[in-house]
């Protein structure tokens, strides 16, 4: 089975910066991708970023620039640092993985994100 626990959400002002940290119960050497979709109020969760095993990253084009999606294998984690926040990027910020041993997609609970304007 896998977990996956994130930490880090919060309520911060526009311009301001958050970091996210998602840590896996499983090495993430077995993810890819791995990494972060949102949801918003009445909207359909999306993708935010995500990087593979290889390190290959891919990012929505709302947050490319403002976003960097990092890895640490040595801690079965993954981050997100987020800069410039704006109040759309204010939602519930959920890791994902997918697991290479059986292709599943596995997600977090999820933790909130509040950019005030």
């Known amino acids: 089975q896998v977990q996956l626990v994130e930490s880090g959400g919060g309520l911060v002002q526009a311009g301001g910066s958050l970091r996210l940290s998602c840590v896996a119960s499983r090495s993430t050497f077995s993810f890819t991708p791995i990494g972060w979709y949102r949801q918003a109020p009445g909207k359909q969760r999306e993708l935010v970023a995500v990087?593979?095993?290889?390190?290959?990253?891919n990012y929505a084009d709302s947050v490319k620039g403002r976003f960097t999606i990092s890895r640490d294998d040595a801690r079965n984690a993954v981050s997100l640092q987020m800069n410039s926040l704006k109040p759309d990027d204010t939602a519930v910020y959920y890791c994902?993985?997918?697991?290479?041993?059986?292709?599943?997609?596995?997600w977090g609970q999820g933790t909130q994100v509040t950019v005030s304007s």
């Open positions: 990087i593979s095993s290889g390190g290959t990253t």
């Open positions: 994902y993985a997918r697991w290479a041993v059986n292709e599943k997609d596995y």
